[in-house]
């Protein structure tokens, strides 16, 4: 068993509490405010050059070795969502509308335990780590931010690792896939302008709406007809709003929704499709339509041989028959910005347990975790960093 392991367990309670208090009080995407204090006295309390603000309220540490290595990026992110809690525990959440139901509290638990673990090993460190503690996720922003003010400068990292709980596995199970397992987000509109008119003369009118009809069927051909079936694609429309009145026809019709790829040349052929149905489906109705789409985040792309790694180092702490190596998902994360160009890898600890009641979905309002996936996640954090920083006989 992992010597990481056994001494997570001397921090079980001190992360259960930090864990319940961070979920009582929930922030939203940059106002986490409260959270990146705590985040930030803690690091500071570890000896660690401390930046604050970083991304508006993101927070980066950095722990130097002794000796000449290479950089290690650990990310975790901090913000909740605007949810109202369901739940009926002690530590439900005390901020109307807002609650973690995605894991973010156990993210930064996990990673301020982990900064604990390696900053008692500060003196057998080969090189550095950079914690970086995140804002934003949930609205895709977070990470572009941090960057935009240097994190991943002075010094750049060579490699970059985090993790998210996931309750679409029971706890104690834990994937780690080589390649792409989170896919890219864009988020696409298309505004459809038509000639309004009263609805008992359409031949006087050019109806955005029939339009609009015709397009939310056709897009549907893009994945279906011009994506290769063995690679993957989602184009969704997420949002139609046109007109006020029964017997009105609009002047326009607007449209949003969302393109999820693994591929960059797949996301470049589905954006040049949407936009060839969107204007050639309007303009057969004689409409005009106008496409916007805007990238949300990359695809999180796990280098093969840091994916292996971790999975061997998972098999070590929770048997090799629960470890999968082939779970993808067509959700999205930022943390695709902070691995561009970085040999990284993102990996899911699983969090649910049913008989518990805990195994509801992420963003569901009854969302929470088995806090067990708490301390195999930072096992396994702690582990994989020390197998870049540190030399094996140093690790325990």
Partial sequence: MSAFYEEVQTLRQEMIARRRDL?????????????AGIVAAALSELGLEVRTGVGKTGV?????????????LI????DALPIQEENETDYVSETPGVMHACGHDAHTTIG???AKMLSQRRAGIRGRVKFVFQPAEEIGEGARAMIEDGVLDAPRPDFSIGLHMW???????????????MAAADVWSCRITGYGGHGAQPDKTRDPIVAAAQVVSAVQTIASRNVNPLDMAVVTVGAIHGGDAFNVIP?????????????????????????????GVASALQCQAGVEIRTMTLAVDNDPEIADRIARIAAGIVGEENVLRNLRTMGSEDMSFLMDDIPGCYFFIGSANAERGLNYPHHNPRFDIDEEAMFIGAAILAEAAASFILPSGEQG
């Fill in 112 to 114: 301020l335990a982990v």
């Fill in 23 to 35: 979920h009582r009080h929930p922030e939203l995407a940059f106002q986490e405010t409260r959270t």
């Fill in 251 to 279: 002047p326009v019709v607007e449209m949003k929704g969302t393109i999820r790829t693994y591929r960059k040349d797949t996301q470049a052929l589905v954006h040049r499709r949407l936009h060839d149905i969107c204007e």
């Fill in 167 to 181: 309750n679409e596995l029971p706890v104690g199970r834990v994937a780690v896939t080589a390649g792409p397992c």
């Fill in 60 to 72: 980066v540490a950095l722990l130097e070795g002794d000796r000449e290595g290479p950089t290690l």
């Fill in 75 to 78: 990310r975790a992110d901090m």
